[in-house]
């Protein structure tokens, strides 16, 4: 995949607001390896205060058990950058916000930080709806941290324009 631009980012953002705005929908959004990137492009959209709810960004476990409600029992079996935290995550965000669909988004962007398992780059991001519709997807993206990230950021919003239909 090629690295995403800042255009290419707002581009996909202002898109999906669109799309959210059109059909009065709220998307939250819970972030870790991301650090308020997603959230940050969603409020660089002029009127985003009309399809945004919130953003949290829960870089370390403590915060992701206290302010997502995702438990110590996951992380201690899965560990932070997995599916069922993630699941948690994102869960979690539609709990404690007013948002009809949400995203979260928990990975290694490197440089240090990989195992044979998890190599830098790995990245789980999970998807929901309030109604239940869930879904979850593991990528292994290349580049430096910011190229990560950035990638990172785009398959969070293209997969909420996904689950949207």
Known sequence: MTVPTDRRLRHVAEKLGACLRAENIRLAVAESCTGGWIAKMITDVAGSSEWFDCGLVTYNNAAKCVFLGVSRETLDAYGAVSRETALEMVKG??????????????????????????????????WARREGDVRSQVFHFAGDRDAVRRQTVVEALCGVAALLG
């Open 93 to 126: 965000v539609l709990m404690h916000s007013m948002a009809d669909i949400a995203v979260a988004v928990t990975g290694i962007a490197g440089p240090a930080g990989g195992t044979a398992d998890k190599p830098v780059g790995t990245v789980w991001i999970a």
